[in-house]
């Protein structure tokens, strides 16, 4: 509980603010997902994203659009006052996804447990 207490804590504290590149992030995670480490070259491939989707470098729907390619799916996670939803909702689309909006440390509780079919938000 001590941890859960302190994850919560932590999530409400974070404030959105300089440069993102989103199109990295999926990169990353798309490179991760198809190396030979990956275990498991069979399972789904998910990433999940959580950003205010301000994306200020880089091409975030090509990098969908690769994930894509590779079979990836992407769930994106909108977070901060500022939300790009339109971009999030692409990502998410593009790549057979689904954008949420979290707003607070309980919703983004909710949210994950939601992607990880365990709850319905």
Do not use: W
């Amino acid at each position: 509980q001590a941890n859960k207490t302190a994850i919560k804590s932590t999530i409400d504290g974070l404030a959105a603010g300089g440069n993102t590149c989103i199109e990295c992030g999926i990169d990353n995670g798309r490179y991760e997902l198809t190396s030979s480490r990956s275990r498991y070259p069979e399972a789904v491939r998910v990433e999940i994203m959580l950003t205010d989707g301000q994306g200020n470098v880089g091409d975030s729907i090509q990098g969908a659009t690769d994930a894509r390619y590779a079979n990836i799916i992407i769930y994106t996670i909108g977070f901060g006052d500022d939300v790009d939803q339109q971009e999030l909702e692409n990502i998410a689309l593009l790549t057979g996804g689904q954008y949420y909006y979290a707003p607070d440390a309980a919703t983004l509780t909710c949210i994950y447990q939601h992607i990880g079919q365990t709850t319905p938000c």
